[in-house]
């Protein structure tokens, strides 16, 4: 069965760099097509450059509920996935993705929960010094 989704995971994945081109070359007289290709990528590129950055409190927030395991859906992905641009959050993530995949947070031994506990408490103190710093 993993065999199975592997083989379609990557026969999707060829399929959709593949396509493209391939219908460019079937149909040269609608090579405009290939432009929503193009707009495809442009809009792709557009949300991650202009994508805002979490708040330290919003990342906090994030890890508490993944430890305590009061996550659904898609909450464990766009954890893992979401691009950080502010080095300070950006290192506080990496660390809490040193200490285990999220789905697995809320099965960890205390020790490593109290890694995660410290770093949402760096979190909401760095939230607290940046307001403090906004509002002088």
Known sequence: MKRAL???????????????????VLYPRHKWLFAFVLIGFAALWLNR????DPTPQALADQIERLLTGNYAGWDV???????????QLQDLHRRCMNVGPPEEWPKLNEERKNQL???IVELRG???????????
């Open 6 to 24: 592997k083989f379609a995971s990557g026969l999707g994945c060829l399929i959709s760099v593949a396509g493209p081109l391939v219908a460019v």
């Open 49 to 52: 450059r202009f994508a805002k």
């Open 77 to 87: 992905d766009d954890f893992e996935m979401q691009s950080i641009r502010d080095s």
């Open 117 to 119: 506990r410290e770093i």
């Open 126 to 136: 760095l939230d607290d010094t940046r307001k403090a710093g906004a509002g002088s």
